[in-house]
T-cell receptor, first 115, second 113 residues
Framework: DAKTTQPPSMDCAEGRAANLPCNHS???????VYWYRQIHSQGPQYIIHGLKNNETNEMASLIITEDRKSSTLILPHATLRDTAVYYC????????????????FGQGTTLQVKP | NAGVTQTPKFQVLKTGQSMTLQCAQD?????MSWYRQDPGMGLRLIHY???????DQGEVPNGYNVSRSTTEDFPLRLLSAAPSQTSVYFC????????????FGSGTRLTVV
């Protein structure tokens, strides 16, 4: 089962920031938070990941709460092309563990960016 | 770099037929995996490989075989196709099992009739 909880859908006005929440209250100390998105029926696209600290790259920012039980993906200036399903995933990266390399996808959040 | 290349893009099979879905990456990634996505659902892991010669099962391995003879290629074999295997199949790779993002292919849309 997925270890994250996300709202099923969200709307955002074009040009505004999109803030996508994710709850991962059972996250372990060595688990990273990853975000991917899937546009229409294309292959998922990696966005960003983090462990404890907030992270930023050219696509988005990731804010992780101090207790690590939740996080928020921020798209600073959403465009129509950001309309997609966004997946929040927690994953342990330990060689030889039973979860080695596995990404467990939940249902994600469908973000609709509107003009 | 071409990234992750999947072939074919579309395939129709009859029940009982076998076939191989191809996946190749040119990024020298150690880790490769196969997922399936059924309509309106998230992705489920079928098989994965942490390096050439090493494979393991994911969540839904039944009816599928894999092998990894080279770093670049990770084919998925359907042994005897069933309608329940109608799905979109995605291959993914990453540099290793550390904290890396995965690169996904564009998918193979398979219909079993």
């Amino acid at each position: 089962d997925a270890k994250t909880t996300q709202p099923p859908s969200m709307d955002c006005a074009e040009g505004r920031a999109a803030n996508l929440p994710c709850n991962h209250s059972t996250i372990s100390g060595n688990e990273y938070v990853y975000w991917y998105r899937q546009i229409h029926s294309q292959g998922p696209q990696y966005i960003i990941h983090g462990l404890k600290n907030n992270e930023t790259n050219e696509m988005a920012s990731l804010i992780i709460t101090e207790d690590r039980k939740s996080s928020t993906l921020i798209l600073p200036h959403a465009t129509l092309r950001d309309t997609a399903v966004y997946y929040c995933i927690v994953r342990v990266d330990v060689w030889g563990s039973s979860n080695t390399g596995k990404l467990i996808f939940g249902q994600g959040t469908t973000l609709q960016v509107k003009p | 770099n071409a990234g992750v290349t999947q072939t074919p893009k579309f395939q129709v099979l009859k029940t009982g037929q076998s076939m191989t879905l191809q996946c190749a990456q040119d990024m020298n990634h150690e880790y490769m995996s196969w997922y399936r996505q059924d309509p309106g659902m998230g992705l489920r892991l079928i098989h994965y490989s942490v390096g050439a010669g090493i494979t393991d099962q994911g969540e839904v391995p039944n009816g599928y075989n894999v092998s990894r003879s080279t770093t670049e290629d990770f084919p998925l074999r359907l042994l005897s196709a069933a309608p329940s295997q109608t799905s979109v199949y995605f291959c993914a790779s990453s540099p290793g099992t550390g904290p890396y993002g995965y690169t996904f292919g564009s998918g193979t849309r398979l219909t079993v009739v």
